[in-house]
């Protein structure tokens, strides 16, 4: 709105049909912080905070989904947002709302209501067949990160599944 360059928060929809995009929420500010709530409470106050580079999903129901992304030169997050677009709210799921929060990796392939992805930026995002939200990689703080994680919508849990615990991990090709 400034025409300077910031990171944002604002939340547009496109219709096809008549070519024209609307302004749904967030800040025509750059640099908004988010608005957390309760975890698990959808809300109309609710919003996550500007950021670049996020990784995002859509789910099976046609809700989108946010994970972490970067704000200013050295904040990262590990945020899971969940907005659904037949409400027009936004939940925030899990993650820390503290910038550069730490990867909880538990024992690979299991899952527990402690695991979560460290904060990140730039991974790779997908769901399945299934709905799970998948997610592999990004970086934060001078490291970069080869790490698979799957969250299970239904119960609400990451699983560490693949990669390694450590940064600046080379890959095994076989």
């Known amino acids: 709105a400034t025409g300077a360059v910031n990171y944002l928060n604002d939340l547009w929809k496109f219709n096809p049909g008549t070519g024209f995009w609307t302004w749904v929420g967030g800040s025509n500010t750059g640099g908004a912080a988010g608005v957390y709530g309760s975890p698990g409470v959808p809300s109309a106050s609710n919003t996550p905070g500007a950021r670049g580079y ?5 789910d099976v129901a046609g809700n989108f989904w946010l994970f972490g992304g ?7 997050y590990n945020d899971l947002w969940r907005y659904a677009p037949g409400a027009g709210t936004w939940t925030w799921v899990g993650g820390s709302n503290a910038a550069n ?12 209501t402690g695991n979560q992805p ?10 399945d067949a299934s709905g799970n939200l998948w997610m592999f990689g990004g970086y934060a703080a001078g490291a970069f990160f080869n790490d698979l994680w799957r969250y299970a919508p239904g119960s609400g849990v990451w699983t560490w599944m693949s990669g390694s615990n450590a ?4 890959g095994t090709y076989g």
């Open 118 to 127: 460290g904060a990140r930026m730039g991974g790779v995002s997908w769901i």
């Open 54 to 58: 996020s990784m995002t999903w859509r």
């Open 101 to 112: 929060a730490g990867s909880v990796y538990g024992t690979k392939g299991q899952p527990a």
């Open 167 to 170: 940064p600046n991990q080379s």
């Open 70 to 76: 970067l704000r200013g030169a050295a904040t990262v």
